[in-house]
């Protein structure tokens, strides 16, 4: 029964991604923009919107790593995949910042790592140092993720834990693919050697 479930929501989730994706955004645009709607049911229309593609996110992540789990693929099968799987994961923990800096619960600023305040929706926008440019969540991430971290943003309050979480997943994944690759190699050259 459960898995059924799980099933209609990923179909229902991957198929017309787009089309569904560009509705909900146009929906939360004219909720958003109407100030005669309650801040709640803008909240709500907001998460839906991102509960959604972050559905859509969490099943493309698990489609790609399903497929570099098939050691039959050849390396730019593998190369595909795995490219396709890092942009997806750090476009998921992009989200995950965004979404720590509009609960309040952390943000990433620029420069100074020092946290000596308590987290607010006002002390974060307060901060002059508040990371405000979009582009910049899938930087750090990026950074993050690779384990290259060159101190330029640093995550606060919450945010930390989900850096953490980023780092843990960028460094796991890499050796996965390394691991994948050296046994497809040994399995490849193994089987040429048969044929001989």
């Not at 991957?14 to 049911?41: E, G, Q, T």
Request: hydrophobic fraction near 55%; charge should be positive; glycine fraction near 4%.
């Amino acid at each position: 029964m459960a898995d059924n479930i799980l099933q209609a929501i990923s179909e229902w989730t991957l198929n017309h991604f787009f089309i569904k994706f560009v509705i909900l955004a146009i929906i939360n645009s004219l909720i958003l923009s109407n100030r005669s709607i309650p801040a709640s049911i803008k909240i709500i229309a907001f998460l839906i919107l991102t509960i959604y593609v972050i559905l859509f996110i969490i099943l493309r992540i698990k489609i790609n790593v399903t497929k570099l789990l098939h050691h039959e693929l050849k390396f730019n099968q593998i190369l595909t995949a795995y490219v396709v799987s890092v942009f997806f994961i750090i476009l998921l923990f992009s989200i995950l910042y965004w979404g720590m800096t509009i609960v309040g619960a952390g943000y990433l600023k620029y420069g100074s790592c020092v946290d000596n305040k308590e987290l607010t929706h006002e002390s974060i926008e307060q901060d002059p140092l508040l990371v405000a440019d979009p582009m910049h969540y899938p930087y750090f991430s990026a950074m993050t993720f690779f384990s290259v971290g060159y101190g330029d943003i640093c995550p606060m309050g919450m945010s930390k834990l989900i850096a953490v979480i980023n780092a843990i997943i960028g460094n796991a994944f890499t050796v996965l693919i390394l691991a994948m690759a050296i046994t497809n190699y040994s399995s490849n050259k193994s089987s040429e050697i048969k044929k001989k």
